[in-house]
């Protein structure tokens, strides 16, 4: 029931575009995206809900394909302050909205 | 910043001992959660609590405990510390009008 995020790794250099990708096997409630420098603590981005619309936070955004239980997190334009690991967190149709379950991770590392 | 300490940051303790992980949260958030944080495993929820005295179980709950008897603090006990309960633990909380959740820093925790 974890989601799968891909790619696990990804390198960039700055001013290049980045797509995250969080897959479910099954039916999604709403998908969370957060962010987690290293030797910190995860830090919320966005939320998606079923039936809500693509968000955008800054140059950061996300979509959410209910029919193909999938999100996707797009990072335009990249800065250094974008590296870091991804985690989406997924929460079933029916469960408790709280109850994540996350994915292992995308780590992006941003180069000058 | 929602307000959230852990404590101890960092504890090693052996095999077969207790060990009890305090978060205290400063923002009189309903619902908390605790997680533990491996490589390659990404975020797992071990028991989370949706109020005073009531919580629930996890997806990796054997081997752990909780309590809640304040709003504020939310205590994780290792009965028994085993050495596959090597892990950076996170508390979490969330506010009443949002699922963002919140988390704390972190305790590591060694168990020789």
């Known amino acids: 029931q974890q989601p799968v995020q891909s790619p696990q790794a990804v390198i960039l250099r700055e001013g290049e575009d980045a797509v995250i990708n969080c897959s479910s096997s099954?039916?999604?409630?709403?998908v969370h995206w957060y962010r987690q420098k290293h030797g910190e603590a995860p830090v919320f981005l966005m939320i998606l809900l079923k039936g809500g619309e693509q968000k955008g936070h800054d140059k950061i955004s996300a979509s959410f394909n209910e029919k193909k239980q999938q999100s996707s997190l797009y990072l335009t334009a990249s800065q250094l302050s974008y590296s870091g690991t991804y985690f989406c967190?997924?929460?079933?149709?029916?469960?408790?909205?709280?109850?994540?379950?996350f994915g292992k991770g995308t780590k992006l590392s941003v180069k000058p | 910043d929602a307000g959230i300490t852990q404590s101890p940051r960092h504890k090693v303790t052996e095999t077969g001992t207790p060990v009890t992980l305090r978060c205290h949260q400063t923002e009189n958030h309903r619902y908390m959660y605790w997680y533990r944080q491996d490589p390659g495993h990404g975020l797992r929820l071990i028991h989370y609590s949706y109020g005073v005295k009531d919580t629930d179980k996890g997806e990796v709950s054997d081997g752990y405990s909780v309590s809640r008897s304040k709003t504020e603090d939310f205590l994780l006990t290792l009965e028994s510390a085993t050495s596959s309960q090597t892990s950076v633990y996170f508390c979490?909380?969330?506010?009443?009008?949002?699922?963002?959740?919140?988390f704390g820093p972190g305790t590591r925790l060694t168990v020789t």
């Open positions: 967190g997924t929460a079933g149709v029916g469960g408790s909205q709280g109850n994540l379950i």
């Open positions: 979490a909380t969330t506010g009443p009008s949002s699922y963002e959740q919140y």
């Open positions: 099954k039916a999604l409630y709403s």
